[in-house]
């Protein structure tokens, strides 16, 4: 009896010990500070070959920032409270699947941006994501028999630009613990 008491009271210790170490970690919420009102988007820099790539993702991510409708798009830095830059630094095209002809069925479009906010008032970054990247997974539209699910690559690279800027909007409104890239996940000193 002495031992099954022994046992019930290191257990009720351990687990009190344990439900106080789950409450301890409570960080500092990590949102976009109140005086930022406007952004600016800054044209995006195309850093691969393929050609006018820069321009249909500033595109999509000023979309997305009119969608959301939290944040005011200004045309130009000098009324801009935040502004957004970035960077398309890997554009790559990747054959997954082939047919008995070995022609390509089915590809993988990976695309890795890096993108900051800048507080312009207290001239600071507030948060960078040298490694956001995007996939798309599609079968080729161009082959003869290709299913319903089919698409060109343009259309892939528009779901991309997409779901890119979507994760751009969440990391800038809804704060830097909704960080998404692949890369050390911090906010810079």
């Known amino acids: ?3 099954f008491l022994l046992s019930l009271s290191m257990l009720a210790v351990l687990t009190a010990g344990f439900a106080g170490c789950a409450s301890m970690y409570d960080p500092a919420p990590q949102i976009l500070p109140e005086h930022i009102k406007k952004v600016f988007v800054r044209p995006l820099i195309n850093n691969t070959n393929q050609y006018g790539l820069e321009a249909k993702f500033t595109l999509a991510v000023t979309d997305e920032i009119l969608r959301d409708g939290r944040l ?3 045309n130009s830095e000098s009324e801009a409270d ?3 830059t970035g960077e398309i630094k890997r554009y790559i095209l990747q054959p997954l699947t082939y047919d008995v002809n ?3 069925e089915q590809y993988k479009l990976w695309v890795i941006v890096s993108v900051s906010l800048i507080d312009k008032e207290n001239n600071v970054t507030l948060w960078t994501e040298p490694n956001m990247e995007g996939i798309q997974i599609y079968l080729d539209s161009t082959k003869a ?3 319903s699910g089919g698409m060109t690559e343009e259309e892939a690279r528009q779901i991309i630009w997409e779901k890119l800027a979507r994760n751009i909007v969440k990391r800038t409104v809804k704060g830097f613990g909704s960080v998404s890239s692949v890369s050390e996940k ?3 000193n």
């Open 1 to 3: 009896m002495k031992k």
């Open 72 to 74: 005011s798009l200004v």
């Open 82 to 84: 935040g502004i957004l």
């Open 102 to 104: 070995n022609v390509t």
């Open 145 to 147: 028999g290709a299913m």
């Open 186 to 188: 911090k906010v810079p």
